[in-house]
């Protein structure tokens, strides 16, 4: 059956910079069409720089919170995609009929070098996270389709 508003949950290690960073976008480009969480199999909070770089491109996700994907298993999400290796491999059985998809982000936390070279990981790793965001919801917000159409080349 078709949903109006679909549940989203996006998934990380800590939920504190890659899945924040969808979350923000993912609500961005969802305009309330769907409802977006974002959770990790561990809580790190919302990494500063990831609320900094996310600020630059207009998105304000200082208000978002890490949460544990624990807090979710009662809801009945609809899409569920992991943005890291480490998620996908370790997360948790997590009961649901949810179509599930993955794309393995770079970790912009475990960036080194000068403050501005971290800055310009972390601006790398958004605008891939924005772009494929963008893609994903063309695809999935208004569809029951499965698979990727190949939209994540």
Do not use: W
């Not at 504190?16 to 979350?23: D, G, I």
């Not at 995609?81 to 009929?97: D, G, I, M, Q, R």
């Amino acid at each position: 059956m078709f949903k109006a508003v679909k549940d989203i949950l996006v998934l990380c290690t800590g939920n504190s910079c890659r899945s924040q960073m969808a979350e923000g976008y993912l609500k961005h480009f969802a305009e309330h069409k769907a409802n977006i969480y974002s959770a990790g199999i561990e809580t790190h909070g919302v990494n500063p720089t990831a609320i900094k770089v996310m600020a630059e491109d207009g998105i304000d996700i200082s208000n978002q919170t890490s949460n544990n994907v624990n807090e979710y298993l009662e809801v009945d999400f609809d899409l569920i995609l992991t943005v890291c290796n480490h998620a996908e491999e370790n997360c948790p059985y997590f009961p649901s009929k949810a179509l599930r998809f993955h794309y393995n982000f770079p970790d912009p936390s475990k960036s080194t070098g000068t403050e501005e070279e971290v800055l310009n990981e972390f601006r790398e790793v958004r605008d891939q996270i924005k772009a494929y965001t963008e893609r994903f919801l063309r695809v999935h917000l208004h569809s029951n389709k499965r698979g990727f159409d190949n939209y994540n080349k």
